[in-house]
């Protein structure tokens, strides 16, 4: 039997911004990227083929950003409740083959722990609809007015997250067949509306919404706890030629002789971007820019700086820092040394006191010593996220 075709729908569509601001919360950054762009990469799980985005009218271009370099989503318009996107959402997966399963989740819950996907899909296998859930700690009460009224039993209460999973076209006979001005405020009270049975699995801490102005900064520390530091170590060489310009650190530098090599042979490029890929384990940089390869001749070695740290943003990294060594007789780096940092800093989208610029000799001794060659040694420390 064909595994089940399981796809996962974010309801990304909202307007408000209960944190203040113009900017829809799901658009908001925390660890430099939107809360959608978390909830998605959370989403890579071997048993969903695909994923889809209800995202609100007039929102393209925050929801490119969020997206960059992911093209694997394919998104609709929502509509101007919750339960119109979501209704939305499923016609147009319908539209485009239908699926066996449906994961249904809301992009204001960045962090959804895969322990989670798995249990809603296994608990698929005996209901038509599984959601998640917590128990309640705190004692309950109605107030009156701001008194004290009844208070309510907690026993056999609990609070429901998202993801919530279905058999697809269960869920998606009972959007239909919902009623248009009634507000539901999940689907599972949808997929009950239409007599479907939705089971209860374990949910998690780490899936808790992220609306109020205190949650966000929540949010920046759980993000923080799942940072790990990484280092990654750099270095090149390059010939001194006549002839040729002196490209190093980005900056042209007058001297009576240039460094030759693949692209402008920049050698403090070349080490800080070993450097970067190093601290991800991307390999080096002639898997990236293979020398062999045309298109690099004479190419500025700032694309192959700026590709290495857009690949550390790809998996939701920090650059903390990057430190340069020199190595060479002449030319002289102290004077260019300020011009370099500013380069690098833009290069990297960081301030300049993150960026260190050193430069030695080797009092006269090898082929640094006798001016053959300029060598560059860099170390760059990352931060990356664990998944959970
Ligand atoms: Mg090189």
């Not at 209901?127 to 859930?133: E, L, N, R, S, T």
């Not at 790990?228 to 170590?233: A, C, Q, W, Y």
Request: charged share 20%; aromatic share 4%.
């Amino acid at each position: 039997m064909a595994a089940p075709h399981t796809v996962a729908l974010v309801v990304a569509a909202g307007t408000g911004s209960r944190c203040g601001g113009d900017m829809p919360k799901q658009y908001v950054p925390i660890g430099g990227r939107a809360l959608l762009a978390h909830a998605l990469d959370h989403l890579r799980h071997p048993a969903l083929s695909s994923v889809w985005l209800a995202v609100g009218e007039g929102q393209s271009d925050w929801v490119a950003q969020a997206l960059g370099s992911r093209h694997d989503v394919a998104s609709v318009v929502g509509g101007p409740t919750r339960q119109e996107s979501v209704r939305r959402g499923l016609e147009a997966i319908e539209a485009a083959g239908g699926a066996d399963r449906v994961l249904i989740h809301d992009a204001a819950r960045p962090f959804l722990p895969r322990g989670v996907i798995d249990r809603l899909l296994t608990a698929l296998n005996d209901a038509d609809g599984a959601v998640p859930v917590l128990p309640l700690v705190d004692s309950l009460v109605r107030l009156a007015g701001d008194e004290l009224g009844a208070p309510v039993d907690r026993d056999g209460l609990a609070r429901v997250q998202t993801p919530q999973a279905f058999h697809f076209p269960s869920i998606l006979a009972a959007h239909r067949t919902w009623l248009a001005e009634a507000v539901a405020t999940d689907d599972a009270q949808v997929a009950r509306a239409a007599g479907l049975r939705v089971g209860a699995v374990a949910g998690d801490e780490a899936l808790e919404k992220v609306t109020l102005p205190g949650d966000f900064a929540r949010a920046e520390s759980r993000l923080a706890e799942r940072m790990i530091s990484r280092t990654g170590l750099g270095f090149d060489v390059h010939r001194l030629e006549a002839g040729e310009e002196l490209w190093l650190g980005g900056v042209k530098i007058p001297h009576d002789r240039g460094l030759s090599g693949h692209s402008d042979a920049d050698v403090a490029l070349h080490a800080l971007t070993d450097a970067l890929l190093g601290a991800i384990g991307a390999g080096d940089i002639g898997t990236h820019f293979p020398p062999t390869d045309p298109q690099w001749r004479g190419a500025p070695s700032a694309t192959f700086l700026a590709h290495a740290a857009g690949l550390v943003a790809a998996e939701g990294g920090i650059i903390d820092h990057v430190d340069l060594t020199l190595i060479c007789e002449a030319p002289r780096i102290g004077p260019h040394r300020a011009q370099m940092r500013a380069r690098i800093a833009e290069l990297l989208r960081l301030p300049e006191r993150r960026i260190s610029i050193k430069a030695t000799t080797t009092e006269r001794l090898g082929f640094a010593g006798r001016g053959e060659g300029i060598a560059a040694q860099a170390v760059a420390t990352v931060r990356t996220p664990e998944p959970l």
